[in-house]
């Protein structure tokens, strides 16, 4: 049912819960999951010289780096990844990469916003709902639950 499975990932370590149900699906479907991130140098423009503004793109790009090579460490041996670090607004670079990498299925955690944090902030995730032409999987995450499920695995590992 599904080929490609593509993950967005801004590094956080909330991301892991819904990297955990993008493997299992990899798995179940034998498809490739790509990992992407996107570096939204936009809301930097306001710096008052070009070569701060190229530092930061930079430093933002070796962030994306990064967070994509966590999702390659925390692949299963069975699941192939693709990864991606592309520039743009988020929400939209996710919605178009779906169609153009073929992938068939988006897995996104949400923090759960809700009330007026959400309609003061938005949400990358309630964007890419509303406009990708592909389903969307999202997982709701607690980050305090994140910080528990860690800590078990950091003690498990000691």
Not at 8 to 14: F, K, L, M, Q, Y
Not at 73 to 85: N, R, S
Not at 96 to 112: F, K, Q, R, S
């Amino acid at each position: 049912m599904y080929d490609c499975i593509l993950v967005p990932t801004d590094g956080s370590r909330e991301v892991e819960r819904a990297l955990e149900h993008a493997f299992d699906l990899a798995r179940m479907h034998n498809a490739t999951i790509r990992a992407l991130y996107v570096v939204n140098a936009a809301g930097y423009g306001g710096l008052p010289m070009e070569a701060a503004l190229e530092g930061v793109s930079d430093a933002l790009r070796d962030e994306g780096r990064s967070a994509v090579g966590r999702v390659e460490e925390l692949a299963p041996d069975d699941v192939t990844v693709e990864t991606a670090v592309l520039e743009g607004s988020p929400s939209q670079v996710i919605v178009d990469e779906a169609d153009p990498t073929e992938c068939d299925l988006i897995v996104m955690g949400t923090h759960g916003r809700g009330g007026i944090d959400r309609l003061l902030l938005g949400s990358v995730t309630e964007r890419v709902v509303r406009r990708a032409s592909v389903p969307v999987l999202t997982v709701q995450v607690d980050p305090d639950e994140v910080d528990e499920r860690s800590d078990e695995r950091q003690l498990a590992a000691e």
